[in-house]
């Protein structure tokens, strides 16, 4: 109920934004000093974090990136220029990120850095709602004003800011008893690595964190007002939790002592799934207690490749978009 809530909050914000700003272009922003900019993205989009990977050691780059779980990222900017070579945008996006061990590509022999991730055996999946406050740098558009050579239809530029998100990690349940029963289940509720626990000392991670959008992009201006792009966002959060990883195993009679009895049952099967991972190495145990199931000391992050589509609002043909040679080839790229 709370992520429809929050569903329908994020579509009529977002449509409340595009509504005042198309009100404001007809009342108010139809001047030569209009430089609003409004725009649709989508494109796929990755978490990096604790589960999944690929072959050596774990890294915070692509290279750990898993094509299997590759998502969609979908949302609305408005943006603002205060110069033809800089501006600000808003931001909100809707997405999904996963992650799974299982889809780790195992080198030979097995006692190799991914081997120890394999067997963990650990999957998550994560709905996201982000927003985010960033700025847009034109280095071309810079140079070319200076030389008075115009607006380049080609604009490549940089991106960064700051923002919110929030996130809510489930993991796939079968019961080893039944397993006709089978759902999907949130994972914070269940402290699989002992948090808010006096035992463990280890606080309740919040489901809301910030981020650290900065990426690059390119502009291709297909008429006077509306132009495509492609932008490559990275985003390092302030939370290790998104994937529900982070610390260590913990004793699973504490289950029993924080938890109902079913939900001490779930937690004590999702904690440690290396448990119910057939191993095929001979001489292999499952993780014990106290052993590494995270790494504490790197936050997870996630990365976006999306298709863009924005609207230039208000009086287009206003000195700042009308330069002759704003829609000639570009002087240099």
Same mark, same amino acid.
């Given at each position: ?8 909050f994020l579509y009529v914000f977002s449509f409340s934004i595009l509504m005042h700003?198309?009100?404001?272009? /007809? ?25 999944? !990977? ?13 094509? %299997? ?11 603002? *220029? ?10 909100? &996006?809707?997405? =999904? ?10 080198? /030979?022999?097995? #006692? ?7 067997? =963990? ?10 927003? *985010? ?12 004003? @200076? ?5 380049? =239809?080609? @604009? %490549? ?21 039944? &397993? ?13 690595? !002992?948090? !808010? ?22 502009? +291709? ?17 302030? $939370? ?10 913990? #004793? ?24 119910? +991972? %057939? ?5 292999? +145990? ?6 590494? @199931? ?5 936050? #997870? ?8 589509? $924005? ?10 978009? =009308? ?6 080839? %570009?002087? +240099?790229?």
């Amino acid at each position: 109920m709370k992520n429809r809530t929050l569903h329908t909050f994020l579509y009529v914000f977002s449509f409340s934004i595009l509504m005042h700003s198309v009100a404001n272009a /007809q009342i108010g922003l139809s001047t030569s000093n209009s430089r609003f900019e409004i725009g649709l993205n989508i494109g796929p989009m990755n978490f990096l974090g604790d589960l999944g !990977g690929n072959r050596g050691k774990g890294t915070i780059g692509p290279k750990d990136n898993n094509l %299997p779980v590759t998502n969609v990222i979908g949302g609305i900017s408005v943006s603002y *220029y205060t110069r033809e070579w800089f501006g600000f945008r808003l931001a909100g &996006n809707i997405g =999904r990120m996963e992650g799974s061990d299982a889809l780790i590509k195992q080198n /030979q022999p097995a #006692d190799t850095y991914e081997a120890a991730r394999k067997y =963990r055996n650990l999957s998550f999946r994560s709905p996201l709602y982000e927003g *985010y406050a960033g700025l847009e740098f034109y280095p071309t558009v810079l140079l070319s004003m @200076r030389k008075d050579l115009g607006l380049p =239809r080609f @604009r %490549p530029y940089l991106i960064g800011g700051i923002g919110l998100f929030k996130f809510n990690p489930q993991a796939y349940y079968i019961d080893p008893v039944n &397993n006709s029963n089978q759902f999907w289940v949130d994972l914070k509720p269940l402290r699989l690595e !002992g948090q !808010g626990m006096v035992e463990t000392g280890i606080p309740e991670y919040k489901l809301v964190s910030y981020n650290i959008p900065l990426g690059v992009g390119i502009k +291709y201006d297909l008429t006077e007002r509306i132009t495509f792009g492609i932008e490559l966002i990275h985003r390092m959060t302030g $939370t290790d939790y998104i994937d529900d990883v982070s610390n260590k195993f913990i #004793d699973p009679v504490l289950f029993d002592k924080y938890l109902s009895p079913d939900n001490a049952a779930i937690a004590k099967n999702l904690s440690n799934a290396s448990e119910y +991972y %057939p191993s095929p190495v001979t001489g292999y +145990y499952p993780y014990r207690i106290g052993a590494k @199931r995270g790494n504490p000391k790197r936050n #997870d992050s996630y990365f976006s490749s999306t298709f863009r589509l $924005t609207w230039k609002i208000g009086d287009v043909y206003a000195d700042w978009f =009308r330069n002759r040679n704003s829609l000639k080839c %570009p002087a +240099y790229f």
